[in-house]
Protein backbone atom coordinates (compact mmCIF):
# COMPACT_ATOMS: atom_id res chain seq x y z
CA UNK A 1 0.00 0.00 0.00
CA UNK A 2 3.09 2.20 0.68
CA UNK A 3 3.45 2.46 -2.96
CA UNK A 4 -0.03 3.08 -3.92
CA UNK A 5 0.17 6.28 -2.06
CA UNK A 6 3.08 7.38 -2.83
CA UNK A 7 2.33 7.51 -6.50
CA UNK A 8 -0.91 9.71 -4.76
CA UNK A 9 1.49 12.01 -2.94
CA UNK A 10 3.30 12.53 -6.34
CA UNK A 11 0.20 13.28 -8.52
CA UNK A 12 -1.18 15.76 -5.76
CA UNK A 13 2.63 17.54 -5.66
CA UNK A 14 3.12 17.62 -9.29
CA UNK A 15 -0.37 19.14 -10.14
CA UNK A 16 -0.17 21.28 -7.40
CA UNK A 17 3.19 22.70 -8.55
CA UNK A 18 1.58 23.38 -12.29
CA UNK A 19 -1.28 24.87 -10.27
CA UNK A 20 0.96 27.07 -8.54
CA UNK A 21 2.88 28.25 -11.36
CA UNK A 22 -0.09 29.16 -13.16
CA UNK A 23 -1.40 31.00 -10.22
CA UNK A 24 2.12 33.02 -10.57
CA UNK A 25 1.68 33.76 -13.99
CA UNK A 26 -1.75 34.85 -14.00
CA UNK A 27 -0.42 37.40 -11.12
CA UNK A 28 1.66 38.94 -13.35
CA UNK A 29 0.02 38.70 -16.72
CA UNK A 30 -3.84 39.16 -16.07
CA UNK A 31 -4.35 39.71 -19.50
CA UNK A 32 -3.62 36.00 -20.22
CA UNK A 33 -5.89 34.40 -17.26
CA UNK A 34 -8.64 33.27 -19.19
CA UNK A 35 -6.11 31.05 -21.58
CA UNK A 36 -4.24 29.91 -17.64
CA UNK A 37 -7.49 28.80 -16.15
CA UNK A 38 -8.13 26.95 -18.54
CA UNK A 39 -4.77 24.58 -17.82
CA UNK A 40 -5.93 24.46 -14.48
CA UNK A 41 -8.78 22.74 -15.43
CA UNK A 42 -6.65 20.75 -17.17
CA UNK A 43 -4.38 20.32 -14.06
CA UNK A 44 -7.20 19.40 -11.92
CA UNK A 45 -8.46 17.05 -14.55
CA UNK A 46 -5.68 14.95 -15.26
CA UNK A 47 -5.34 14.80 -11.14
CA UNK A 48 -9.00 13.40 -10.55
CA UNK A 49 -8.63 10.94 -13.41
CA UNK A 50 -5.01 9.23 -12.32
CA UNK A 51 -6.27 9.54 -8.84
CA UNK A 52 -9.52 7.67 -9.42
CA UNK A 53 -7.66 4.76 -11.47
CA UNK A 54 -4.98 4.86 -8.67
CA UNK A 55 -8.34 4.25 -6.04
CA UNK A 56 -9.76 1.77 -8.87
CA UNK A 57 -6.71 -0.34 -10.34
CA UNK A 58 -7.63 -2.62 -12.91
CA UNK A 59 -4.82 -4.70 -11.89
CA UNK A 60 -2.48 -4.47 -9.17
CA UNK A 61 0.71 -5.51 -11.35
CA UNK A 62 3.85 -2.76 -10.87
CA UNK A 63 3.16 -2.17 -14.67
CA UNK A 64 -0.31 -0.68 -14.04
CA UNK A 65 1.15 1.41 -11.47
CA UNK A 66 4.04 2.34 -13.95
CA UNK A 67 2.02 3.36 -16.70
CA UNK A 68 -0.20 5.85 -14.38
CA UNK A 69 3.27 7.31 -13.46
CA UNK A 70 4.29 8.11 -17.72
CA UNK A 71 0.82 9.34 -17.95
CA UNK A 72 1.25 11.62 -14.96
CA UNK A 73 4.66 12.68 -16.63
CA UNK A 74 3.76 12.78 -19.67
CA UNK A 75 0.55 15.00 -19.07
CA UNK A 76 2.30 17.33 -16.46
CA UNK A 77 4.92 18.04 -19.23
CA UNK A 78 2.63 18.83 -21.75
CA UNK A 79 0.48 21.61 -19.63
CA UNK A 80 3.72 22.73 -18.92
CA UNK A 81 4.72 22.96 -22.05
CA UNK A 82 1.11 24.92 -23.07
CA UNK A 83 2.39 27.53 -20.20
CA UNK A 84 5.70 27.85 -21.31
CA UNK A 85 4.24 29.08 -24.56
CA UNK A 86 1.82 31.41 -23.10
CA UNK A 87 4.89 32.51 -21.28
CA UNK A 88 6.78 33.72 -24.77
Given at each position: MAKIRDLKNEVNYLIFEIISDCN???AFHP???EATI???EEAVQLRNSLIQRINH???TS???FNDLRKE???GADKIFEKLRKLIK
Open positions: TFMAKSKLVPETPKYLID
